[in-house]
């Protein structure tokens, strides 16, 4: 069920209205039938592995807590990670891992098709996975104790406003408001009415329109000069955080709506001066989610390394990252380039801070962004491209210029484009808030909400919604 769809829209406006109507007690065993219910939707066979996930880290969490040996606490913490992330690697990642080694091993003359399985992978695995285990490891770690409700725990990893593409959320955030008594809030449902709103416009206006030319562009790059695609470039960095961003601003409009709060995901990222500051403000939930589980774990365990353990733990950290966005070379690349970056940025800021004094610091600092941004763009075209090959293509074809009649009109679509989607990030900047149009006069705030959803609903009608990105994850 895509959130940018007539279905979902249905969905939740009877959903809402129910769970208002029901008894405190039976709140979050409907909200668990409604999540089941809207994954059923897509394909009802993988709500079995929702299942197996929620009973492995429910246990899990129980006999870990309970254990006085640190060896038993261990081995349930150990069974928790085996299956879940088991489950992940069969669906995601088992053919990709056959791939790569049946061309190690035709160097031989063997074959390794017969090895290949017919998979479907299952939306949102990633992250309701990545999710399921902090459970676990938070009570591992003596940071949250295990809850005494299966509906409560259930109910955590399966959210359906965050089931399939997040934010990656903490039981310890999720858990404690799960227990509280939810009353209709007149507030968090009309910040969780303007969040949908914004994020349905900038899905669907901004991400489906500027998705809709990058898939013709990166379908066949041979057929593009290279002013074209670098309008393709710029149009997936534009259309990937719409997409995305917009997502989660639904996600956590539905929440609010019904009187939960989820995290934020993104704070403008193309404003960023660095790529540290990018992943600051990039997918923040996935950021903090890799600093506490696995980049702080493995400079405790490599401190002895010095400084070289900072390098080696952040490049093998993005690396990782790079793989969890996708099964494929490109996702590795796209995380070694980020994951290189961030190595150079951590072993150069003495050097960085002595050249910031050299220079104008607002000179500087607009620099510092537009290099980060064009950065980013960069291992953007790793990410988009279907293989490794049309990557470099793309870079090729751009470093050996070719001329277009189409110039102008090219340049005018990037322009467009760039000032609109930072426009929108600027008004979150200065109102300090995703839901801006709440700093408006109620009347001026439902007017312009009524003209965003007069101009989505009409587009809507006209196109089959386009899947969201990160559903591939």
Not at 13 to 27: A, D, F, H, N
Not at 34 to 57: E, G, K, N, P, Q
Not at 133 to 151: A, F, K, N, Q
Request: aromatic share 20%; charged share 15%.
């Amino acid at each position: 069920m895509l959130f940018n769809s007539f279905t979902y829209l249905s969905f939740i406006i009877v959903v809402i209205p129910l769970y208002y109507l029901l008894p405190s007690k039976l709140k979050n065993s409907f909200l668990l039938l409604t999540s089941f219910l809207f994954y059923a939707y897509w394909d009802w066979r993988f709500c079995s592995l929702l299942i197996i996930t929620t009973l492995t880290v429910y246990l899990c969490g129980k006999f870990v807590y309970a254990s006085k040996e640190q060896s038993k606490k261990k081995l349930y913490l150990y069974i928790s990670l085996i299956v879940n992330l088991g489950i992940l690697v069969l669906f995601k990642y088992y053919n990709f891992f056959i791939d790569s080694f049946s061309s190690a091993f035709s160097v031989f003359g063997g074959n390794l098709d017969w090895l290949h399985l017919k998979l479907i992978l299952p939306i949102g695995i990633s992250f309701y996975t990545f999710q399921a285990l902090t459970y676990v490891i938070d009570i591992y770690r003596g940071d949250s104790e295990p809850s005494d409700s299966i509906i409560d725990v259930s109910l955590f990893v399966t959210f359906f406003p965050q089931l399939l593409m997040g934010p990656i959320e903490r039981a310890r955030n999720i858990l404690p408001q799960l227990k509280t008594e939810r009353r209709f809030n007149r507030t968090l449902f009309k910040e969780g009415f303007v969040l949908i709103t914004i994020g349905m416009f900038k899905k669907v206006i901004i991400g489906d329109t500027a998705g809709k030319v990058v898939n013709q562009v990166f379908a066949d790059p041979a057929y593009y000069t290279s002013i074209e695609l670098i309008m393709g470039i710029v149009l997936f960095t534009i259309q990937l955080y719409a997409d995305f961003s917009g997502y989660t601003n639904i996600a956590r409009g539905t929440a609010k709506m019904l009187g939960l709060n989820i995290m934020e995901n993104f704070e403008q990222p193309y404003f960023s001066q660095s790529i540290t500051e990018f992943w600051r403000r990039w997918h923040i939930s996935l950021s903090t989610y890799l600093r506490d589980y696995l980049y702080t774990p493995l400079t405790i365990s490599t401190r002895q390394w010095g400084i070289y353990s900072i390098a080696f733990s952040l490049f093998l950290t993005f690396v990782l990252a790079g793989l969890w966005h996708g099964a494929g070379w490109t996702f590795i690349i796209f995380g070694a380039l980020h994951g290189a970056a961030l190595v150079y940025e951590a072993l150069s800021r003495k050097f960085r801070k002595k050249l910031n004094q050299k220079f104008s610091p607002f000179w500087y600092n607009k620099a510092c962004m537009l290099l980060a941004f064009v950065f980013v763009m960069f291992t953007f075209i790793f990410f988009r491209s279907d293989s490794v090959n049309d990557a470099f293509f793309i870079m090729g074809r751009i470093l050996n210029w070719n001329e277009s009649e189409f110039y102008i009109r090219v340049m005018l679509i990037m322009a467009a484009y760039l000032i609109f989607s930072f426009s929108l990030d600027l008004l979150e900047i200065r109102s300090k808030t995703h839901a801006y149009l709440l700093k408006l006069d109620t009347t001026y705030m439902l007017g312009i909400s009524s003209a965003m959803w007069m101009v989505v609903i009409p587009y809507m009608l006209q196109s089959t919604p386009m899947p969201f990105i990160y559903f591939q994850f």
